[in-house]
């Protein structure tokens, strides 16, 4: 017989969560099969999805030019960015309407 302490532990422990659906091994690889391919297919219509946010970095790789061409556009021309945690994120569509707005500088 169970004591009063081996019962409240029991029920005080975590139960494993029932998975809200199942998928057998065939659907699932059917699923990620036609996501790759839906990717790729925008991919190579160009329509491949642009992140929101990216980080100087990824922005400059982006434009072809250096992360610290990023930085001076960001401090002295006002290139729009994010202040995020300890670092500024740039947004590649407010970024590019930017430039085009300012034509050739």
Request: charged share 25%; with cysteine.
């Amino acid at each position: 017989m169970k004591t009063r302490h081996q019962i409240a532990d029991a029920e005080l422990r975590p139960q494993p969560a029932q998975p809200a659906w199942m998928l057998t091994a065939d659907e699932l690889d059917a699923r990620i099969q036609a996501a790759m391919a839906a990717a790729l297919e925008a991919h190579d219509a160009g329509r491949a999805p642009v992140p929101e946010y990216v980080s100087g970095e990824e922005m400059g790789h982006l434009l072809g030019v250096s992360r610290s061409t990023i930085h001076k556009m960001r401090v002295h021309d006002g290139c729009p960015a994010v202040k995020i945690a300890d670092g500024y994120r740039f947004s590649p569509t407010r970024v590019i309407a930017w430039l085009e707005a300012r034509g050739s500088k």
